[in-house]
């Protein structure tokens, strides 16, 4: 096979030319970063399931309508995505209080929240990703008023849907991260879709009854068993039917 181009690599992930114009194969590493890259680390077999999971909450998005950059799985580590462009812009939501807000409020972690709560934080790390209103957003065009209208929306049902998927899997989304690009279709009208990927790494999952924390956390915090709690969600969304990443059948799953 003709060695493709590397596009981008990114910090746990990297991006090589597609097989047709408009797409990129979006490989997962085993590499793990906390703190805007200050804390680096390897999470064995994280990559293969970042991949599946991603895979699966991509794939549950698009059945309720909701635009993603994923187009199939391709093999264990890689899946074949849309191209987009990139809006630098990092959206939380969050449903309880954790990490950075319990910090910066001096709130113990788990209060709930009378409703959810967004924020947005630019996309850069050499400036510590700091947190952005919407004025910064549009003032240093980075997206348009519709644009975040639009991110706004999707991100609030995202929530939703997504809270109640994972309680139905006995975990509670605490918060996470997501980001969108914009695409355009083939009338050439644009749309902000999701981008990047939705996994352990970019949620706070904790057990719903043990309040046990199934997600990047473990390894932030240095409190061991990453792999087997990211092995875990994996486990109880259906996407890991047998013991481990290295039994995982090939399949493959087209949108
Ligand atoms: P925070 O508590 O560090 O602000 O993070 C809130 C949530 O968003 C948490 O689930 C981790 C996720 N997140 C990322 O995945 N990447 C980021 O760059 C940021 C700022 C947050
Ligand atoms: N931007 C951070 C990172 O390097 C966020 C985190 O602590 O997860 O992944």
């Known amino acids: 096979m003709a060695k493709r181009r590397r596009i981008y690599e990114g910090k746990t992930k990297d991006l090589f030319e597609g097989p047709e114009p408009g797409t990129i194969v979006q490989h997962f590493r085993d590499d793990a970063t906390a703190f805007n890259n200050k804390k680096q680390g390897t999470i064995t077999g994280k990559g293969v399931l970042n991949n599946r999971i991603s895979e699966y909450l991509m794939l549950r998005l698009h059945d309720i309508g909701v635009p993603t950059h994923f187009i199939r799985r391709l093999n264990m580590r890689e899946q074949l995505i849309r191209e987009v462009e990139v809006i630098p812009i990092k959206i939380v939501i969050r449903n309880a209080v954790a990490g950075s807000m319990a910090e910066r409020f001096g709130i113990d972690e788990g209060t709930p929240l009378p409703r959810s709560i967004v924020e947005y934080y630019w996309k850069n790390d050499e400036h510590n990703a700091p947190m952005v209103s919407e004025e910064h957003i549009t003032a240093f065009g980075w997206a348009a008023p519709q644009d975040i209208d639009d991110m706004l929306a999707l991100s609030l049902r995202i929530n939703d849907y997504l809270s109640g998927l994972f309680f139905g ?77 290295g039994d995982v059948a090939e399949t493959t799953t087209v949108q």
């Open 169 to 245: 899997a006995r975990i509670k989304l605490v918060d996470f991260k997501i980001e969108f690009g914009r695409n355009y279709d083939e009338n050439g009208d644009m749309r902000v879709i999701v981008a990047d990927e939705i996994s352990p790494d970019t949620c706070r999952l904790w057990d719903s009854e043990t309040g046990e924390k199934l997600d990047k956390d473990r390894f932030r915090r240095d409190l061991g068993g990453v792999a087997e709690a990211y092995q875990e969600v994996a486990r109880r969304l259906g996407v890991l039917p047998t013991s481990g990443p």
